[in-house]
């Protein structure tokens, strides 16, 4: 079956521009999952949803970054007013209910570079 | 502030050897370790997990192998292959999320 989907997969924005980042999670898998990955590095949580709750955005950097998933599907990842610190690599994951619950899969990812 | 400390940041072993990547973590209170294998340009990719309740896992060659008392766990790939070539990545976490050693590179030469 398809994985989980990320678009676009290449972001290229100008400094103080918003930018939305979409993620397409694996269909039937309740729980999803944004982490940043700078190269060189493992990824990095930011914010997670069961269904559309978002349960925990501890580990979004500041309020610039959000994220939503209205119907418990498609999530966005928008950050407000960019920054050059910005810029990595976003990766989404998602996860399935019973069994295997922990299990994460992740996306292709965006590189976003903010100029 | 949990963390997961992965070494060594790079190993290269020929065609055949036995890698062994560690990884020790600090909160005791996740109960799921798993590692993800991640190639140039892919996204990481869920290889093998374990949980504490038992001290070895085999899938295919790649082996991990838990030490709940040191707080430690590695990683062995068995006649490892140039196509095992990548960056492994060790983590810690449950349901709610996962937190990731910095990754450790791997060459395997022919």
């Known amino acids: 079956g398809a994985g989980v989907s990320q678009s676009p997969r290449y972001k290229v924005t100008k400094r103080g521009q918003d930018v939305a980042l979409r993620c397409d999670p694996i269909?039937?898998?309740?729980?999803l999952y944004w982490y940043r990955q700078a190269l060189g590095q493992g990824p990095e949580f930011l914010t997670y949803f069961n269904y559309e709750a978002q349960q925990d955005k501890s580990g979004l950097p500041n309020d610039r970054f959000s994220a939503e998933r209205p119907e418990g599907s498609i999530s966005t990842l928008t950050i407000q007013r960019t920054e050059q610190r910005d810029s990595a690599m976003y990766r989404c994951?998602?996860?399935?209910?019973?069994?295997?619950?922990?299990?994460?899969?992740f996306g292709p990812g965006t590189r976003l570079t903010v100029t | 502030q949990q963390q997961v400390k992965q070494s060594p940041q790079s190993l290269i072993v020929q065609k055949g050897g036995i890698p062994i990547i560690n990884c020790a973590y600090e909160n005791t209170a996740f109960d799921y370790f798993p590692w993800y294998q991640q190639f140039p340009g892919k996204g990481p990719a869920l290889l093998i997990a374990?949980?504490?309740?038992?001290s070895e896992k085999k899938e295919g060659r790649f082996t991990i192998s838990f030490n709940k008392s040191a707080k430690q766990f590695s990683l062995h790939i068995m006649d490892s292959q140039p196509g095992d070539s990548a960056t492994y990545f060790c983590?810690?976490?449950?349901?709610?999320?996962?937190?990731f050693g910095k990754g450790t590179k791997l060459t395997v030469n022919p």
């Open positions: 374990i949980r504490p309740d038992v």
């Open positions: 983590g810690q976490g449950g349901s709610e999320k996962l937190v």
């Open positions: 994951a998602s996860s399935g209910r019973t069994g295997a619950a922990y299990e994460q899969y």
């Open positions: 269909s039937g898998h309740v729980s």
